[in-house]
């Protein structure tokens, strides 16, 4: 037998040895899901999400339904933090992740912290006259850390037994709703800010 058909058949002997070495390393990792909403069960995009444990690390983001997803997690407990801006942070502590399978965590909710409502008027919220509606408009903001922050992406409703509107602020912590001239219940983040006048310019 010649030197190349010794070399040939080393390789070929070699090749399932490794073959097998590789598959038995992608079993000892599992997956984690879950999904993050509001308190008025609303998801909330763009969540950043960590995930920490068995000297692994990785971040990620929730997408337009709430969701994330972290795939190659080692065998083993992990700690799992939740932020979003304009909400209460939150951790999970001891999620076990087990080789070869897929972990969903429960539903996570996350609070806004005293929200505070401004608007353009007093005591109403009332502005332009566009047709049979007022357009009614604000901000939303929250101190957070002793800081005042504006809080982007809150869903905020007016409604009463004849007309409703719902909008969600936006980067500036912004809003502007069209209603019908009136009295309305109104909530901000999940959270009642009592009662609000629509009046007609």
């Not at 509001?38 to 763009?46: H, S």
């Not at 997690?73 to 999970?92: I, P, Q």
């Not at 219940?185 to 959270?191: L, N, P, R």
């Amino acid at each position: 037998m010649t030197a190349l058909s010794k070399f040939s058949g080393s390789v070929v002997m070699r090749l399932p040895c490794l073959l097998l070495l590789c598959a038995g390393a992608q079993a000892q990792t599992g997956v984690l899901t879950g999904s993050i909403v509001d308190e008025l069960n609303e998801p909330i995009r763009a969540a950043y999400i960590s995930v920490e444990g068995k000297g692994q690390k990785a971040e990620t983001r929730t997408d337009d339904r709430g969701r994330y997803r972290f795939e190659l997690l080692a065998e083993g407990t992990y700690e799992l933090a939740m932020f979003a801006s304009g909400w209460k942070s939150m951790t999970v502590e001891s999620v076990a992740i087990q080789a070869d399978r897929t972990t969903e965590l429960p539903v996570v909710t996350l609070y806004v912290p005293s929200v505070c409502v401004s608007s353009d008027s007093p005591r109403s919220l009332v502005l332009l006259k566009e047709g049979e509606q007022s357009v009614a408009t604000g901000t939303v903001s929250a101190e957070v850390g002793g800081r005042i922050s504006f809080l982007k992406d809150v869903l905020v409703t007016i409604s009463n037994p004849t007309a409703s509107a719902q909008t969600r602020t936006d980067k500036d912590g912004k809003f502007r709703l069209e209603a019908p001239p009136g009295r309305y219940s109104f909530t901000a983040g999940g959270y009642s800010q009592g009662t609000i006048t629509i009046l007609k310019e």
